[in-house]
């Protein structure tokens, strides 16, 4: 037996705090629901101090230098998912093994995160529940899983099919960062150098041709109009005006893509050579992979494809998902329906027939997410392979001409062509 500390609020609203002995915490709320007593907050007295204790005892200066603290990432939810998984496999009771990787936390926001749901799950919240309140953190996938490992009992592998979904998407994520950080650090590099050619570099040496620029070739003439521009761009007040005007395009088409047009904008990535067939196989594998997870953990198929259809990155293919979901919701079939898409590939649509008429779908689908796992591994690296090489060739083709442009003229006045 245990002894907790408790702050609780009765039948009639007010506020009472105590001690009570219990074997653990889920008996200490049992026992002082059956008092009428709802427990806001339960503290075992061994335990170490308390969230709110730990917080007052911060330097004040702490709260200063927190760069970037706030940030929570796809790894640090990747991260404390792992270690929930391997706490419950361990046999640690959930709110045991929340307070431990709160206890592990570096990330300031992660802890308060963490002990946000140490105190509601103490409180006789569920898990679900708790990470619902930070619905820009956890999402729907994460949700329905945690939700499905709770209501079947089965929340310890649930949380390891989340942290094998999570690895995926982030090993993805990661890949393409890598293979991408290069090729454009040289882009960027190269179109720098050539703002600081045209601008301020170009017009001196241009200066000297006799003739005036009027007279010479096309590609020089559009050059000079070219570096003209861009030092207006920067050293006049109509020029500053345009740099806003373009700030806030862009803004606004960002918005666009994420609201209005998304449909547009993703049907359009799909179309780009290379580059919609890596969007497409990904998407393939998340599908795989989401709905063979949801269905083996109990959750029924429409209530499944609800969750998967936001986990394909890419909203054409979700509003298909939608499509697929209403022909299942009146008596159809799910793989002929995938099939009349043109989205998914044959291999799936195949899968899914053999798995709705085995009663294995979910097996069939997880088994068959590896397979659509290394197509995408195949297609990234296809893409990173042509990637580089477009970057590089376009940043030639500008520099190349620049240079035929400069030098044209002093090869024809050379060659005493003239103007």
């Given at each position: 037996m245990g002894q907790f500390s408790y702050k609780a609020v009765d039948k009639g609203g007010g506020h009472v705090t105590g001690t009570i002995e219990a074997a653990d915490r889920k008996s200490a709320v049992v026992a002082l629901s059956d008092r009428g007593q709802f427990v806001i907050e339960l503290a075992e007295e061994t335990d170490m101090p308390s969230v709110e204790v730990e917080e007052r005892k911060k330097p004040v200066l702490a709260g200063v230098f927190r760069f970037g603290s706030k940030r929570i990432t796809?790894?640090?939810?990747?991260?404390?998912?792992t270690q929930l998984s391997t706490a419950l496999r361990a046999g640690l009771p959930l709110l045991d093994g929340l307070e431990l990787i709160r206890r592990q936390q570096h990330k300031e926001a992660m802890r308060e995160i963490l002990a946000d749901l140490v105190k509601s799950v103490s409180s006789g919240q569920s898990l679900s529940d708790a990470m619902a309140r930070?619905?820009?953190?956890?999402?729907?996938?994460?949700?329905?899983?945690?939700?499905?490992?709770?209501?079947?009992?089965?929340?310890?592998?649930?949380?390891?099919?989340l942290?094998?979904?999570?690895?995926?998407?982030?090993?993805i994520k990661t890949s393409m960062k890598n293979a991408s950080a290069y090729p454009i650090f040289v882009l960027c590099i190269g179109l720098t150098s050539v703002v600081i050619i045209i601008t301020w570099i170009l017009p001196g040496i241009l200066a000297t041709i006799p003739g005036?620029?009027?007279?010479?070739?096309?590609?020089?003439r559009v050059l000079m109009a070219l570096s003209n521009f861009m030092k207006d761009l920067f050293t006049t007040v109509f020029g500053w005006v345009v740099i806003m005007l373009i700030i806030a395009g862009l803004y606004y088409l960002r918005r666009w893509t994420k609201t209005l047009g998304r449909i547009t904008w993703d049907a359009f990535k799909l179309k780009i050579p290379v580059l919609g067939s890596v969007l497409r196989t990904i998407a393939v594998g998340r599908f795989a992979r989401t709905?063979?997870?949801l269905t083996q953990g109990g959750v029924t198929i429409l209530e499944a494809l609800g969750v998967v259809r936001d986990t394909l990155g890419n909203e054409l293919m979700g509003r298909e998902i939608d499509a697929v979901a209403?022909?299942?919701?009146?008596g159809e079939s799910l793989a002929g329906h995938l099939e009349e898409s043109?989205?998914?590939?044959?291999?799936?649509v195949q899968i899914t027939s053999v798995g709705e008429q085995t009663g294995k779908l979910d097996e069939l689908l997880l088994n068959a997410a590896e397979t659509f796992d290394s197509d995408a591994d195949a297609a990234i690296n296809r893409f990173m392979a042509v990637f580089p090489a477009v970057l590089i060739l376009i940043l030639a083709l500008v520099i190349g001409f620049i240079i035929a442009a400069t030098l044209l003229p002093i090869v024809m006045m050379g060659l005493g062509a003239g103007f």
């Open positions: 796809g790894k640090d939810i990747l991260a404390m998912t930070h619905e820009k953190v956890y999402s729907p996938l994460y949700l329905s899983m945690v939700r499905v490992g709770e209501t079947g009992g089965i929340l310890e592998q649930t949380t390891a099919q942290a094998v979904i999570l690895g995926r998407d982030e090993k005036g620029i009027g007279a010479a070739p096309l590609p020089t709905l063979g997870s209403e022909a299942v919701k009146r043109g989205y998914f590939p044959p291999l799936l």
